[in-house]
């Protein structure tokens, strides 16, 4: 299978510790994008990525909320100082360039549940 | 911020029914997008759209890119059991960035009791 992997699938944390999701794009693919998606609402933006250079960052990424993406493959979201309010769904996705951009597929997410 | 706005919130459905929502917005959108998610799971793409007046189908799914580009509806015909989960459409806006989807807030579609 060659989607979008995301690594861990779920993560319960204390509030207060950090926390580091990896996602694995489509291989072909060079832009990646992180989205934030709480209960009953759609997915919102966080930031995106077109090789390993970050061109983009929604206000949703406060100072706690780090992304990298060294090598231009796989990307990781770091969360420093958890609060109660990170609980959500993070979801990334990748895309091709161009047209192809518009299109982007999701990986299955990783749920962060912070206690 | 932006907003789509997506409707219904919820349905329900009876095998071999057929199934519209829409989705509508105050500002211009270059493309519109279709996804389904299910629980625990990403969304998936199902349909993209890029002109105004395009319908474009996929399957038992069609969807249309509003005449004046702030619209979008999705039909499902012939619905089958496997089609219950929820529905997003998602936008790129004519001045918003390359990297920016956004999202509705989804149209759940459940299963008649």
């Known amino acids: 299978d060659t989607g979008v992997s995301q690594d861990p699938r779920h993560k319960i944390t204390k509030r207060g510790q950090n926390v580091t999701f990896r996602c694995d794009p489509i291989s072909e693919h060079n832009r990646l994008y992180w989205y934030r998606q709480t209960l009953g609402q759609g997915p919102e933006f966080l930031t995106y990525f077109q090789n390993e250079a970050q061109l983009e960052k929604s206000r949703l990424l406060s100072d706690r909320f780090s992304a990298e993406r060294p090598k231009g493959s796989f990307s990781t979201l770091e969360i420093q100082r958890t609060e109660q309010g990170d609980s959500a769904m993070y979801l990334c996705?990748?895309?091709?360039?161009?047209?192809?951009?518009?299109?982007?597929?999701f990986g299955p997410g990783t749920r962060l549940t912070v206690t | 911020g932006q907003q789509l706005n997506q409707s219904p919130q919820s349905m329900f459905i009876q095998e071999g029914e057929d199934v519209s929502m829409n989705c509508t917005s105050s500002?211009?959108?270059?493309?519109w997008l279709w996804y389904k998610q299910d629980p625990g799971e990403g969304p998936v793409l199902l349909i993209a759209l890029y002109k105004a007046g395009e319908l474009t189908s996929n399957g038992r799914l069609t969807a249309q890119f509003g005449i004046t580009r702030k619209d979008s509806f999705l039909n499902i015909s012939a619905s089958i059991p496997s089609d219950v989960g929820i529905y997003f459409c998602?936008?790129?806006?004519?001045?918003?960035?390359?990297?920016?989807?956004?999202f509705g807030k989804g149209t759940k579609l459940s299963v008649k009791p």
């Open positions: 500002s211009i959108f270059n493309t």
């Open positions: 996705a990748s895309s091709s360039e161009g047209q192809g951009a518009y299109e982007q597929y």
């Open positions: 998602a936008g790129q806006l004519v001045l918003g960035s390359q990297g920016n989807l956004i």
